[in-house]
């Protein structure tokens, strides 16, 4: 799952997708594929997190510490509006395994 509805030229809004499993040890990344195609990336390098706290969702919904992917959008990212899609990657070196969540689906609204 992820969180966090978006606007058009917003940026410092955090995105979470959630694995259910601890991915403290891995490096991870966050494939965006927003409406206009043009897919793209987001490393370590560019923020991309593993917060070792709890995320409170909603009433219903706490994502475990280690277990969920964090990023705060830069300033230009969210520059389309229409229906985003984002997926966590996470991989570990010992031993080697790599983990693709689903495509998730976010609204960037106007």
Known sequence: MATNAANVDEFGNTIRVNVSEDIST???SMEFNPP???NF???EADGVTVPAGDAVIDDDTTFNGNEY???DFEEGV?????TWKVRLIAEFTSPAK???TDFIDFPVNP
């Open 69 to 71: 992917g964090a990023y």
């Open 26 to 28: 891995a490096t991870v």
């Open 98 to 100: 790599r983990i693709k």
């Open 78 to 82: 969210l520059d389309i509006q229409g």
């Open 41 to 43: 990336t987001k490393t």
């Open 36 to 38: 206009n195609a043009v």
